[in-house]
Nanobody, 117 residues
């Protein structure tokens, strides 16, 4: 089992930056990839970014390309999501999750990001 804890959310103004962290514990050597997803009020949860745990591959949603950067510190078992040039439409609860194949097998509790205009 893998446990995930997100942190770093907050209330910012449009154009500001935030860095989210996703700290993993437990069987971290079994993680294939970590995904960041977000869910805004009244909307379905959507993919934001992903990183392979033991490789260099990174993936982004079109809506965040060029603004968000996902990275990993294996020594700290932590994945980061650097979010720059934030927009009001980025307001959501952000979750990190372990993905195995087509399934998400572990989730964090989520962290709220609110971007005011």
């Amino acid at each position: 089992q893998v446990q995930l804890v997100e942190s770093g959310g907050g209330l910012v103004q449009a154009g500001d930056s935030l860095r989210l962290s996703c700290a993993a514990s437990g069987r971290t050597n079994s993680i294939p990839a970590i995904y960041w997803l977000r869910q805004a009020p009244g909307r379905e949860r959507e993919f934001v970014a992903a990183i392979v745990w033991s490789g260099d591959s990174k993936y982004y949603a079109d809506s965040v390309k060029g603004r968000f950067t996902i990275s990993r510190d294996n020594d700290k078992n932590t994945v980061y999501l650097q979010m720059n040039s934030l927009k009001p439409e980025d307001t959501a609860v952000y979750f990190c999750a372990v993905r195995r194949g087509t399934q998400y097998t572990s989730w964090g509790q989520g962290t709220q990001v609110t971007v005011s205009s």
